[in-house]
C-alpha cells in the first residue's frame, strides 16, 4: 500500500542510493521498454516511488525534493496523492510548467549527474535530455537502475503460463500476416529502408496476428518485430509461445528468436544496413546499443497508421463487439437504476456488477481498462479509481460517472454514461445538457478531406467555450481492435498533431464537464469515419457513432436542445432499442423501452 509514510521511506532510501553514485537527480516513468501506456507491474517504478498511481506522469527525485509532470487528466487525484511526500506537481502542457530536461538544466549544477534506467525512457526523450543538459556539461548516466535494490518485493517480468500468447485468426483480423509484411516492404522502399524495428506492443500483436496477457488490460505480450527486404524475425520470449502458434508465425514468414536476443541480431544481421525505428517507442538503451553499427533513420512506425484504419472485417467485428458489449452495459443500467434507492451500491460494486455482466458476453477476454466509477466529487477526477478507503455509496443526490470498455476478440470499447438517480439542480442539468449538445455537435460534423482531429476538437469543446467551460484533456482517442483502448495516431485534441481523419479509423467522442470537489459529467461514444459526399468542392467525411447504449434523458434540460439535437437523440435511441431489445429479458426490455422513449419536440 502506498500510505505517505511508504512513500517517505522509499524516497529516503532512493536519495541515499543517489549519493553512493553522486548523482544529484534521477528519473523514474511506469514505462517499459517499448513506452506502453499501460506497462506490466514490473515497470510500475514511478507509482512505487512516488505513490501516485495515474497511468501517465514521469517523477524527478533530487536530494532536496523533485516533482510530478503528469497531464490534466491527473492534477486533482496528484494533487491528493503527493501530499505529505514533498514532491511537486508540475502541471505537463501548460505554458508555464517547464519540461523535465528544461528543470534539470534550470535546477542542476554545472558538471553534475543524473542517471536513469535507460529502458524506461525512450531515444526520444533522451535526446531532449541531452539537448537540454549538454550546455552545462551534466552527465546522463542511462545504465543505472537505482530502485530495483530497494523495491524489494518488484513484481517480475510477466512469464508463462499466465501470460500466454493466443491467435487473433483472419476471421476477426481480415488479412494474414504475410500481406502486412509485404505492405511493410513496400514502406521500406519508398522510404530507402532496408529494415524496420517495429517495437510498439500493439504494433507487433496487430502485424503478428497475435495477442497476449502481459498486462492487465491490453492484450500484448513483450515483443520487437524487424523486418527486412527478405526476412521478418520476430522477438518474444518463447515460453509463452505455443508450438502451434510458432508453426503458424513461419508458414506466414516470421521466424522467432527470444526477446533479449534482439541488440544482438541488430548488431550482428543487420550491421551496415539502415534501419527505421520510432524514437518515441524505442528505448534509450537499445538504441544506444546498436547506433555504432547501424545507419539509423528515426521516423514514425509505419504500421501504426496502418492498424488505424481498419479492415471491413476489423469493422463489421468491432461493430459486432459493440453490440454486445451495449447489451452488457443496458443489464447494467437496469440494475443500477433498481438497486440504488436501496443504498448498498458503492462504487466498487457497481464496477464488479458490470464486469460480471461483461464476462458473460462471447469472445470477452477481458476488461479493456480499469472502471472509473465516480460518484459525485470523485467523478470530476478524470481517471478516478476507487479503493476500500474511498469507496462511495452511490445515492440519489449526484452525479455518478461510469467510465468502462471491455476487451473482445472481435474489438476493444470504451464507453462513458453519467447517472442521476434524484433531482439534478439546475446547474446540473445546464452541465449535462451542454455535454450531450457538443457530443452531438462533434457527430454531426462534417469536414473536407485532409483535415486533423486538432482542426475538429473545438466542434465539441466550443460548446462548453461559449458557456466559460472547458475540460483539460482531448476530446477522443482512436480504439484498438481487441489491443489498446487508447490507440494513435489519430485523435481529437488541441495539441497540434498533424494527422488525417481517414474513412475506416474509429474514435471516440467525449467532451466532458468536470467540477472540482461536487462532480464530473462525460458522454462517450465511438465514431467511425465515412466518406459522406464528392463534389466539385472536394471530399467530404463525416462520423457515424457505432456506440450502442442509451443516454440518460432525466437530467437533461430539454429547453436548451434545438429541434435537430432532439432529433438526433430520438433517432439514436430508437436505433439503440432495436439493436439491442432482442437480446435482453423482458425486465430489461421494459427498462430499455423507458431509457430510449422519445422525446417530444
Not at 531532449?128 to 543538459?133: F, I, P, S, T, Y
Not at 476477426?172 to 502486412?180: A, D, I, M
Not at 479509423?505 to 464537464?513: D, S, Y
Request: hydrophobic fraction near 35%; aromatic fraction near 10%.
Amino acid at each position: 500500500m502506498n500510505t505517505t509514510n511508504s512513500v517517505n521511506q522509499r524516497l529516503s532510501s532512493l536519495r541515499d542510493a543517489m549519493a553512493n553514485y553522486k548523482v544529484s537527480a534521477y528519473i523514474v516513468t511506469n514505462n517499459d521498454p517499448h513506452n506502453s501506456e499501460y506497462s506490466a507491474d514490473h515497470w510500475a517504478g514511478r507509482t512505487w516511488i512516488s505513490g501516485f498511481t495515474g497511468s501517465a506522469g514521469n517523477v524527478v527525485i533530487t536530494q532536496q525534493g523533485g516533482g510530478l509532470w503528469t497531464d490534466g487528466r491527473y492534477y486533482i487525484q496528484a494533487e491528493e496523492q503527493l501530499h505529505g511526500t514533498g514532491l511537486d506537481l508540475f502541471k505537463a502542457r501548460q505554458p508555464e510548467t517547464p519540461t523535465i530536461p528544461k528543470w534539470l538544466a534550470n535546477t542542476l549544477d554545472e558538471n553534475s549527474a543524473i542517471a536513469v534506467d535507460g529502458r524506461s525512457i525512450s531515444y526520444a526523450f533522451y535526446q531532449e535530455l541531452k539537448q537540454a543538459l549538454e550546455p552545462k556539461n551534466i552527465e546522463i548516466v542511462l545504465d543505472l537502475d537505482l530502485i530495483t535494490p530497494i523495491w524489494t518485493d518488484r513484481p517480475s517480468r510477466p512469464s508463462r503460463p499466465s501470460a500466454e500468447i493466443f491467435d487473433h485468426p483472419v476471421a476477426f483480423s481480415g488479412v494474414e500476416t504475410k500481406q502486412k509484411l509485404a505492405d511493410i516492404r513496400k514502406w521500406l522502399n519508398e522510404n530507402h529502408a532496408d529494415c524496420l524495428l517495429v517495437s510498439t506492443l500493439d504494433d507487433v500483436m496487430w502485424t503478428l496476428n497475435i495477442r497476449g496477457a502481459d498486462t492487465l488490460y491490453c492484450p500484448v505480450s513483450e515483443s520487437y518485430l524487424i523486418v527486412e527486404r527478405d526476412r521478418a524475425t520476430a522477438f518474444i520470449d518463447k515460453q509463452k509461445l505455443p508450438a502451434e502458434i510458432e508453426k503458424k508465425l513461419t508458414a506466414q514468414g516470421v521466424s522467432v528468436r527470444h526477446y533479449e536476443y534482439v541488440s544482438q541480431y541488430l548488431n550482428q544481421q543487420c550491421e551496415g544496413l539502415s534501419l527505421a525505428f520510432s524514437p518515441v517507442y524505442t528505448d534509450s538503451l537499445l538504441v544506444n546499443s546498436i547506433e555504432q553499427n547501424l545507419s539509423l533513420k528515426p521516423m514514425a512506425c509505419p504500421v501504426t497508421d496502418m492498424k488505424a484504419i481498419k479492415n471491413k472485417t476489423e469493422l463489421a467485428n468491432l461493430e459486432q463487439s459493440l453490440t454486445d458489449d451495449g447489451v452488457a452495459v443496458v443489464k447494467f443500467m437496469s440494475w443500477l437504476e433498481d438497486q440504488v434507492p436501496s443504498g448498498l451500491v458503492t462504487e466498487l460494486s457497481a464496477e464488479a456488477q458490470l464486469k460480471s455482466y461483461r464476462r458473460q458476453t462471447r469472445h470477452y477476454v477481458s476488461d479493456s481498462f480499469r472502471t472509473i466509477a465516480g460518484f459525485a466529487a470523485h467523478g470530476a477526477k478524470m481517471h478516478y479509481a476507487a479503493d476500500e478507503e474511498s469507496n462511495a455509496v452511490v445515492n440519489e443526490s449526484n452525479f455518478f460517472l461510469v467510465d468502462s470498455g471491455g476487451q473482445y476478440l472481435g474489438g476493444t470499447t470504451d464507453i462513458t454514461r453519467t447517472f442521476h438517480f434524484g433531482s439534478p439542480t439546475i446547474k446540473q442539468r445546464k452541465d449535462y445538457t451542454l455535454v450531450l449538445k457538443a457530443v452531438i455537435r462533434l457527430t454531426q460534423t462534417r469536414f473536407m478531406k485532409g483535415s486533423t482531429g486538432a482542426n475538429l476538437d473545438i466542434m465539441a469543446r466550443g460548446v462548453l467555450w461559449q458557456h466559460g467551460i472547458d475540460y483539460k484533456c482531448g476530446t477522443g482517442h482512436g480504439v484498438g481492435i481487441c489491443l489498446n483502448v487508447h490507440e494513435g495516431p489519430q485523435n481529437f485534441s488541441q495539441s497540434h498533431r498533424e494527422v488525417e481523419l481517414k474513412p475506416g479509423m474509429v474514435i471516440t467522442n467525449e467532451p466532458g464537464v468536470y467540477r472540482e470537489g461536487e462532480y464530473g459529467v462525460r458522454i462517450e461514444n465511438i465514431m467511425k469515419v465515412i466518406e459522406v459526399e464528392q463534389n466539385e468542392f472536394g471530399i467530404f467525411y463525416g462520423f457515424e457513432t457505432i456506440t450502442l447504449a442509451p443516454i440518460a434523458t432525466n437530467i437533461l434540460d430539454v429547453s436548451l436542445l434545438s429541434h435537430d439535437e432532439i432529433n438526433w437523440l430520438n433517432q439514436y435511441h430508437s436505433r439503440v432499442y432495436q439493436a439491442l431489445s432482442p437480446f435482453i429479458d423482458e425486465h430489461d426490455k421494459a427498462w430499455l423501452q423507458r431509457a430510449t422513449q422519445f422525446i417530444e419536440f
